[in-house]
Structure formats: C-alpha cells, structure tokens
C-alpha cells in the first residue's frame, strides 16, 4: 500500500471512531441520525480507498453500494422514524451522563486494541492495524444500545455495531464473499424497516417512544 | 434430481407463502400450509435415507445436506406439520373473538410459510455467511409474528425480541468476519464452508479463533435462549401467537443451537474440546439458573413454558459440552423430543388462552373437569417435559448427564440435574394448580365453547404419541442419529 494510501485508510478509519464517539456525546435525536450519515460516508470511504489501492472494481461498487445505504437510505430511514414526533426531541434519562461514557468509551477502545492485537499479529498489513478501530466502533454502539432509552438512538447504536462489523470485514483480509454481503445489507435493511414501523407501533400503543415506557412485560 | 431433493425443503414453504400472498387465507386455502408441511417432511425423509446412504448432497456450494441437516428438517417439518394442522382451529378463534382481521390472519399465514423456509435455509447453508443470514432472517420473519396482536405488550415484545437477538447475532457476524481472517491467512481456501472449516481447523491460528468462537456462540447462543442473553425469550415467547410460539419453542431455538454445534466442531479441531467446553458449560449452568429461580413464583403460563425452553436449551449446551458421539445423538434426540413436546405445549396453551382469556396461572382452575382432552395433553406435555419415561426426552435427558459423568464434568452435570429437580417441582405444582380443583363459577369463567377443535386434538395427541413413541423406540431414526453424531464429532 502506498503512503497516500495508508494516510487515506488512517482518515477514513478516523473518522469512523470519531462519529462514534460523537453519538455517544450528542443527546439530540436528530443530530445523532445526521452523525451516523456521516460515519456512513466515512465507512463508504475506506473501503473506496481499499477498492482504489488493489485496483478491485467490485470493491468500488460495494463503496457505492455502502454510500447509498449507509449514508442516505438508512438515515433517511430513521428521520421518518422521527416524524410525527416532537421537534428537537432529547435523550430524556440516559443511563450513563456524557462524561462516564466518554470515559467508558476510552475504556472500549483500549479493549479492542487489546482483544485485536492477535488478528493484527496474524497479518501486519496497514488494513489489519486498522481493524482494532473497528472493534472498537462495534463495542462504542453495543454500548449506546444499551445506555440510550430512546428507541431512534436504539437503533443508531445497533448500526454503529453494524457498521464496525463491515468496517471490519473489509479491512481483515478475507471479507465475507458478495452474495453473503449482499444477504447482510439487505437482512440490516429489513430490521431498521421492522424497527421503524415497530416505532410508529409504540408511538401509537405508549404515545411515546421512550422506551422506559417499557414495562408491561417483566416477572 | 438429488438437487432438485435438496432444495425442495426451501422452494416448498417459499411456494406456499407465494399462495398465500396471492389468494390470501380463506377456508379453500387453509391447509395448503398443512399439505406444504407434510410434503416437507416427506421430503426430508427422503433426504435423510439418501444422506445416510451415499453421504452429504451438495447444491452449487450453497446448500449441504449432511446428516445433522436432515435430522433438523425432519424436526422442522415434524413440528411444522402439528402447528399446520392446529393453525386453522386458532385462527378462526381469533377472528370470530375479533382480536384480528382478514388481513392479520393471511400475513400470519404467508409470514410462517417464510419463516419455515428461512429455517430450511438455516440447516442446509454450507456457508457460515448463508447462515448468519438464515437466522438473521428467522429474526426479521417473526419480528410481526411476535407483535400481530399490536396490544402494548406485543409491540414492546417485539421490539426488545429484534433489538436483542439482532444486537446477538451482530456479534456472531463478527465472529464469522474474525474467522474468515484466520481461515484465510490458513491458506487452506476453505473460506466459511463450515465443512472445510472443521477439516482446516488444525491450520487455523488459534489466538484469533478463539476470539472468534467466544463471539459466534455467544452470537447464535442469543438466538438459542441460552443465557445471558436471553432476556427476549419469556416476551418474545409469551406474546406471539400460540401456532408461532410452538414453532419458536419448538424449532427456532434448535435450529440456532444446531449453529452453535457447527462452531463446536471447528473449535474442538482449532483449540481442543475443552476452550467450547468451558463456554458451553458455562451457558448451561447459568440458562439453568435462570429458568429455575424464574420458575419457582411464576404466575403466567406462556412464560412458564418459556422458561422450560431456556432450561432444555441449558440442558442442550450441557450435552454439547460433553461432546462424544452417545452425548451428541441424545442433545439431537432431545431437540426432536423437546419440539413436539414444547410444540403441544404451546398449542395447548393456546386453547386455553382463547377459553379462559387469561394466561395466568390462578386464572385456570378445574381444567381437568372443564376440558379433559385438553387438560390431559397439557398434563401429559408436562410430564414429557420432566423427563418422565415413555417420553423420549427420559432416554435423551439420560444420555446427557450420563455422558456429563463420564467425561469428566460430573459437578457440572450433578448442578444441572438438581436444578432440573427444582424445575420440574416447580413445573408439577403450577401445572397441578390449572388441572385440578374445582372449576370455578359465575359469569366471565367461560367465555368461549368448551369443546376442542377435533384439528387441534388431532395434534396434541400425535405429537404426544410420537414423543412416546421415540422414547420407546428411535427406529430407523437411529441410523441418522448416529450419522449425525459422526459429522459433529468431526469423524464424517
């Protein structure tokens, strides 16, 4: 790989972790789904860098594919999920307050350095170096899924773990061949489509979507 | 033709949602699912003899019968076929208390023949990645299956049921991602075929496959009931339809643990038995917790059977841990064993939800005397649930703890079996309290007919029967239950 492009592939894996890391500082529903656009674009952008450096032309259409699904279906997507809703709606009682999940994602990140490090050691390539950031927007969403109450920032934390797990998909060696591919992007499609009509359920059942509102069901 | 044969278990269903889809459900079209599940079941016979015969049928690296594969279509399609037959009798109910439309009713029909399919797909993928897909897809299927009744209670059963299993199954997605990178720098090309998988296993790095196994059966662990993450279960169970329960309980559960057992195959051949052993015992103990302290002071009855699918998921795990063909060949027996029981269980339950409108377990008194049919396949479903002989689940409980004796986790197996005493004295007393005892008077305590649909009867009966039957005897099941252990112990 050359320099340019390791400098390119270190941006766009940058900016993965940075758009996570803000979802996890934003309490604004609408700002977090125009974050996770964003991070849809950064993802798009690593793996047009790895379609760029190996000269793979499918690669460039998976990059354009993840683009438009990523960036502009999914979030658009969850802004209808919004509608109908309050404007400037909040994350009301979130379980954890800005400055313990900062530190908590600190914390993530550290871990998936060190649970990568033997995926790094197996192949040191300047893809590989890259998948520790990857595990660790995987574990930052795992954590917004289950610190947030609201059901839109919900769903964002599942796709920021979905997004790592294609982040890291590409930057291992091997990527999970394209009709698998495709099986996964269009099974993510349909749960945020089962999600979201799920979400005008409960906005119609509870008059909200606050899941703390959740409670008929417990023993 | 052996194509034609291997695919049939996924066009089969496929064509039958198509039907429903296009001529939606009414009385001409009611047992078409009846006549799909028991052409599917026809077929999987069929393709367990050729497996047993001539050895795994390939279809275009796609699709791969192998023994394991067979044995689980024989378990769908068996449990298919009693949910098929008791279908018609539930939804009628439904419509004419108008607790659903027209249209609710032909989604279900078309969505069950869908969900049915996505389960063959499961069982035959040779692809780890088809997998994941399969069971991801099980998820998105019954997502609206689980809330079709739109009360409180179901939409958020359905919401906690797709957050949690897909938050699971992202998990064993990146397990498949990090095994993909350890198969590929194996330089075997076995890529995710899970069968050149288990055979490159030794070549695999085994710092990066053990990462890769913690999160895979943790992944399809979520989706098997097994804990920690199984909180989705008791909602997701309890809410859905009864002929939808049946099929999650019964099925969807194995079929999820059937995954967990293709990952042991690879893990024992990459890392030793004991790193899935561990893990698996682990689950099992825990899952067992769970279902017994959850037991003890249960009020509902939906939930109570939930529960006793986490505690034979446990029971299951504890099999797997074990590991050795006599362990392997009980966990499949129990998994048939445990579907149809579970399967008449569930449908039992939901008769008596529609006759006594309450699904708690001091709203049911007398059964016996009010709906003796009814209330003796519920007794009886229970009594198969303990273990008791004839039911094969006595034979397939048996073989689990003997084999967790003999292979060296005797504490393991000893913590299982007092917890599953605790279990079943729990089970015997709530499910005595709704059989026995006097009935109960004044108005409200009947508010639908008391007689059983002769459908529904029909398969609560049969699948009694053949529960007991398979205690008695496996017969030719046997041969495949052998072949099947064979191919989990990596020897086929």
Redesign the interface.
Known sequence: MTVHGIEMLNIAAGALLLTAVLVLWRREITMIVRIFALQGVALAALVAVLAWDEGSAELAVVAAGLLVLRGVVLPWLLRRALTGAAPGQRESRPALNVAASLLAAAALTLLALAVSAPLVALSPAPATRAIPIAIAVVLIGFLVLVTRRHAVSQLVGFLLMDNGITAAGFLSSAGIGLLVEVGVALDLLLVVLVLQVLTGRMRETFGDTDLDELRELHD | MDILLAAAPLVIPALGAAVYAIAGWRPATAHVATASALLSLLVAVLLAARVVADGPIAVAA?LRVDAVGAFMLIVITAVAVLVAVATPAHLAAELDAGRIGTRTVTWHAVLVQAFLAAMALAVTAA?L??L??AV??T??IT??LV?QR????A??????Y??IC??GI?LA??G???L??????SRTGA??DWAALALAAPQL?P??T??AVVLLIVGFGTKAGLAPLHAWL??AH??APAPVSALMSGVLLAVAFSAVLRVKVISDGALGPGFARGLLIAAAIASLLVAAS?LI??RDYK?MLAYSSIEHMGLLALGAAAGGPLATAAVLLHVLGHGLAKCVLFLGAGRLLQTTGTSRIDGVRGLAARQPVLAGAVGAGVLALLGLPPFSLFASELGIVSAGFGTGIGWAAAAALVLVVVIGAALVTHTGRMLLGAAPEGPGAAPAPLVLPRSTAAALIVGLAGCAVLGITAGPLSVLLEHAAATLGGIR
Not at chain 2, 155 to 160: C, D, L, M, N, T
Request: proline content about 2%; glycine content about 8%.
């Open positions: 796609l692809d990645g088809l994941w897909v991801e897809a998820t998105i997502a609206f809330g739109r009360t409180r209670a939409v958020e059963a359905a919401w906690k797709v957050v897909s938050a992202a997605l990146l498949i991602v990090v993909g990178h350890a198969s590929a720098h890529g995710l790095d710092a990066v053990r990462i008791p909602d309890s809410q959850l002071a249960q939930r």
